[in-house]
């Protein structure tokens, strides 16, 4: 037996995986799935991607969407039977064309402030999709989703209703959607980050010109923009924002609701 051969290093990609719990063969896992990126790749398949750290913002080239070997082959499809249709419902919300699977109604509220109202859309797999989003940031042991963070309780919660396959109601886990004025070819992905709406724990997710707000909680009724997020009705509203004017939103939400 040769040297090398003898001092070869065996990689095993054994472990538990973070949804079902098992020991398995674990996947490369795209926390955020690999879709989300696609449109945003310059010509070189790159992205920028910004990442909070101690001493600030760091930029980096993306090549790939953010991975880890983190789930097993069988929860993997389970969560592609969500991410499938909702890609499709992605490349809508970031306006990259017609679509006459949803229609789209434009509210002007009293106030001035703009918002689109969809409708149309699969709530089992959106809803489904948008909460895989947010455990596998829950779980995930890379730098950038280092500032999500939910409870044993709230985390409990998000998987059994993952593994169960049940979307719950619009305040079960609610995400709002919110579209970016001015951001439609910045090509920017930022780490995501956390504050509080009273109890609620509050992902803030920008990818170009989409954000979400991620609530951390199975019961957000008394959040007021969780009346945005999808329902089961199929319909859910897109408040129109500047990047980096959340306070403007906030001040914006009973407007918006006296136009709907």
């Not at 992905?189 to 509080?196: E, G, T």
Request: with cysteine; net charge neutral.
């Amino acid at each position: 037996m040769s040297w090398l051969a003898s001092t070869a290093v065996v990689v095993s990609n054994t472990g538990v995986c973070a949804l079902c719990k098992r020991t398995r063969d674990l996947k490369r896992s795209h926390i955020v799935p690999e879709f989300v990126y696609g449109p945003i790749y310059d010509d070189g398949h790159s992205a920028v991607g910004v990442l909070a750290t101690p001493r600030g913002p760091r930029s980096r080239p993306v090549q790939q969407g953010v991975w880890e070997r983190l789930l097993c082959e069988d929860c993997e499809i389970a969560l592609n039977r969500w991410e499938t249709p909702s890609a499709r419902l992605w490349r809508f919300l970031r306006g990259e064309g017609p679509d006459d699977h949803y229609q789209a109604r434009a509210i002007q509220s009293p106030g001035g402030n703009t918002a689109v109202e969809v409708s149309g859309v699969d709530y089992p797999s959106f809803k489904l999709f948008l909460m895989s989003l947010l455990y596998r940031m829950a779980v995930s042991a890379r730098p950038e989703y280092q500032k999500v963070h939910l409870d044993d309780e709230p985390l409990k919660r998000l998987r059994n209703g993952l593994l169960a396959g049940e979307p719950g109601t619009q305040a079960f886990f609610p995400t709002t959607v919110l579209g970016l004025r001015q951001a439609a070819e910045s090509g920017i992905i930022l780490s995501p980050m956390s504050h509080q709406e009273g109890d609620v724990p509050v992902v803030r997710l920008v990818l170009t010109n989409v954000m979400l707000w991620l609530a951390g909680s199975p019961d957000a009724s008394d959040l007021s923009f969780t009346q945005f997020a999808p329902h089961p009705s199929g319909r859910f509203v897109v408040p129109a924002v500047r990047p980096g004017d959340m306070r403007l939103f906030r001040e914006a939400i009973p407007n918006l609701l006296d136009g709907l």
